[in-house]
């Protein structure tokens, strides 16, 4: 069965630090892989997906992640965070061809102004 | 107004009792789904549709239930419900390789 694994449950920063959050999935076939995010009371919003091509991808808001396929990895990165930036930020994983979406367990950061 | 509307937004139920959380959206998607949020586990899959015959269960489907009336409704029921059932539930809709959510539902199962 698919799994996602987000290792960082709790991320603190400040503002202007960078910013990488893991991601790992187990799944032997195609997946395409998504970064979703949850401001304070607000519901799931998409941030990034990656279906093909480059494995580097950028989303809304400067962030940016990377599908290392050998490391079956999505690291969610941003070069400077905001205190805006504070949010739940939760990874997914689909199997190519299905529409059924798995997601990891979270992560919550918090950057302080 | 929300593309994906849920209600209650709020509910508050004893143990034991039937609940029913409802979907509805007016995007015009074929394929929905119903997860539940609890802190620290992330969202969980208990059900998903890929149109009204085509009903799946999720990760979690166990004290669950659902009705696809239409394309654009999908209920989550739960039979009777128990305490650990109380979080936040969420429906979706997708296409184009994008998960669209409601507001959330949150039950709490005294």
């Known amino acids: 069965a698919q799994s996602v694994s987000q290792h960082n449950h709790h991320v603190i920063l400040s503002e202007a630090a960078s910013l990488e959050l893991g991601c790992n999935y187990s799944y032997g076939g195609t997946v395409n892989l998504f970064w979703y995010v949850q401001y304070p009371g607000q519901h799931l919003q998409l941030l990034l997906k990656?279906?093909?091509?480059?494995?580097l991808v950028k989303g809304i808001k400067g962030f940016e992640a990377e599908f290392i396929k050998s490391k079956f990895s999505f690291n969610l990165r941003k070069p400077s965070v905001q205190w805006s930036d504070t949010a739940e930020y939760f990874c997914a994983v689909r199997s190519s061809g299905t529409y059924k979406y798995i997601f990891g367990t979270g992560t919550r950061l918090k950057v302080l102004a | 107004d929300a593309d994906v509307t849920q209600t209650p937004r709020n509910r508050i139920t004893k143990t034991g009792k039937r609940i029913m959380l409802e979907c509805s959206q007016t995007k015009g998607h074929d394929r929905m789904y119903w997860y539940r949020q609890d802190p620290g586990l992330g969202l969980r899959l208990i059900y998903y549709?890929?149109?009204?015959?085509?009903?799946n269960k999720g990760e979690i489907s166990d004290g669950y239930s659902v009705s696809r009336q239409a394309q654009a409704k999908f209920s989550l029921s739960l039979e009777s419900a128990i305490p650990n059932q109380t979080a936040l539930y969420f429906c979706a809709t997708s296409a184009d390789g994008k998960l669209f959510f409601g507001s959330g539902t949150q039950l709490s199962v005294l």
């Open positions: 990656y279906f093909s091509g480059d494995p």
């Open positions: 549709s890929f149109d009204v015959k085509d009903i």
